[in-house]
């Protein structure tokens, strides 16, 4: 399957599950599977599209790590998942119960960690299509987790496997506006001739 094909069949996942269930999503991840639906639409064609849909990832990722540090409110309070640290460890524990106990504040630890490079890497441009297939693979990662610990519903409550998809397209493509395609472009071998030009005719 193309990573087109798997967004495509991720959205339809999503939209039947939007149509004959009771389940909803928040206006942000609304926003994003939309972004995502017209990337996949246009097959990652066009530099505003794809870059759009990487910087809204990265956010993605981003409020994802400021929520689990209470930058988004405290537990409890409407649009936040977690509130603090100690929640998303209790989390991190729902969705990996076949490893030891001992474990979890590490895994914790991995998750936010990667994420948050992510984010960077994913709003800055960063090596944009390998950030882009690791955000990929953490996605799946996260969504196999959910789908068999706290269920489809949940699961597709949070997009997730739309993301992934999007970020799938990201990873197979180099049109998204990012910063190595903007340091590639400046001219430093041309800079550098005229410094040894001008050093040689001193």
């Given at each position: ?10 959205l ?19 926003v ?29 990722f ?43 504040p590490a ?13 960077i ?39 997730v ?42």
């Amino acid at each position: 399957m193309t990573v087109i094909g798997f967004a495509a069949l991720a959205l339809m996942i999503e939209l039947g599950w939007l149509a004959f269930s009771d389940g909803s999503i928040g206006s942000i991840t609304a926003v994003v599977l939309a972004s995502i639906a017209v990337l996949t639409v246009t097959a990652g064609r066009f530099v505003v599209v794809d870059t759009t849909v990487r910087i809204l990832l990265g956010a993605l990722f981003a409020g994802s790590v400021a929520d689990r540090f209470g930058l988004l409110g405290a537990p409890g309070a409407d649009g936040v998942s977690w509130g603090d640290y100690a929640a998303f460890t209790d989390y991190t524990r729902t969705l990996t119960p076949q490893f030891l106990d001992w474990s979890v504040p590490a895994l914790a630890a991995i998750a936010t960690a990667s994420e948050t490079l992510l984010a960077i890497g994913l709003i800055l441009g960063i090596a944009a299509k390998l950030i882009a297939r690791a955000a990929t693979a953490v996605l799946i990662v996260f969504a196999a987790a959910m789908w068999t610990s706290v269920g489809f519903d949940e699961m597709c409550s949070y997009g997730v496997l739309v993301v992934a998809g999007g970020a799938a397209i990201l990873g197979s493509r180099d049109t998204a506006l990012h910063l190595d395609k903007l340091l590639r472009r400046m001219p430093v071998a041309g800079l550098g001739n005229e410094i040894q030009r001008r050093g040689a005719t001193r």
